[in-house]
Nanobody, 111 residues
Framework: QVQLVESGGGAVQAGGSLTLSCTAS????????VAWYRQVPGEERDLVAY???????DYADSVKGRFTVSRGNAKNIVNLQMSSLKSEDTGVYYC?????WGQGTQVTVSS
């Protein structure tokens, strides 16, 4: 059974940093892209960043230069390093892999 678990969220002040992790069980991240999304109440999930199986990365314009998506030491982990956080980065962050989703992790940035 495939499961994704996001972790690392929390509450930080603007300008701070957090690193989120997406950990998979039942599968490894070598067959497709892993994407991070952010959702705020009442809105759709927005793509934040992704990494392909060839380690090509891309980012939403709003996070370019501040966020970095990378593979962890194990084949079932992908991280999202977030720095220079802004209040508009607040939301629930989800990872997605071949249409599997985690339960999300809350990030709250206070100004």
């Amino acid at each position: 059974q495939v499961q994704l678990v996001e972790s690392g969220g929390g509450a930080v002040q603007a300008g701070g940093s957090l690193t989120l992790s997406c950990t998979a069980s039942g599968v490894t991240f070598d067959l497709g892209s892993v994407a991070w999304y952010r959702q705020v109440p009442g809105e759709e999930r927005d793509l934040v960043a992704y990494i392909t199986s060839a380690d090509i990365t891309d980012y939403a314009d709003s996070v370019k230069g501040r966020f970095t998506v990378s593979r962890g030491n194990a084949k079932n982990i992908v991280n999202l390093q977030m720095s220079s956080l802004k209040s508009e980065d607040t939301g629930v962050y989800y990872c997605d892999y071949v249409s599997y989703w985690g339960q999300g992790t809350q990030v709250t940035v206070s100004s």
